[in-house]
């Protein structure tokens, strides 16, 4: 192991969060007024690190549109959402029913905010009410290959995230980098993911690639550690990804 890496991790950390503080400058007035949420004091002492604000303004989400966030966790983005769009927008949370974690956090999330609706369904069968204008996954597209998410055929799994999308809409997926060339061999033992085989195969469903978010880029991430190693958890090196769907 690399003795090094906590250190160079936390000078990146460092880094990324005077990054993040020029960044900040950027983010539309009711994405800040979303993060400012009294509600949000638990999540308030990670944003430091997660960048909430820069990475829900980097998904253009506005006031009034409907989100699809898949795997949203304990509800750390789906506050923010939640916020942002509005009571005249929606997030639809998808907890496919394959994952076997506890939905107490997303289930309180949901209960404090009439416009987030849970929608429990099969990880290979991703299906939402209605058209959206944003789908966002923080840190689980690598796990829809994996054994015990059926696996999911990652090619459906795309043509379903592009049918749920209005035109025009976008698709967000931040998750733990991979080594180089490495394909989807990590997803299982790492849990990471191999930013290159994302792209080829969210382009390959008809997406075009429409940016990148550095906010957690990592460079002392030697990408060979599990992301729940003490080393390295927390300040893994992670892409974020945006991608459209054409307008017609």
Known sequence: MNKTLPLLSGLALATMLMTGSAADRGIPAYVKAAVADPARVEDAKV?????????????????????LELIPGGGYFTRIFSKTVGAKGHVYAVWPTEYDESTDKLQAVAAANPNVEILKQAAAALTVPAPVDVVFTSQNYHDYPD?????????????????????????????????????????????RIDPAIVKQQVEAAGFKFAGESKVLRNPADNHTLKVFDKAIRGNTDQFVYKFSKPAK
């Open 47 to 67: 944003d430091a690190r997660r960048h909430g604000g820069e990475i829900v303004a980097f998904t253009g989400v506005k006031p009034g549109d409907n989100v």
């Open 147 to 191: 054994k015990f998410m059926g696996p999911v055929d990652l090619a459906k799994f795309n043509a379903q995230v592009f049918a749920a999308l209005k035109p025009g809409g976008v698709f967000v997926i931040v998750d733990h980098v991979a080594a180089d060339g490495s394909g989807l061999r990590d997803t299982d033992t790492l849990h």
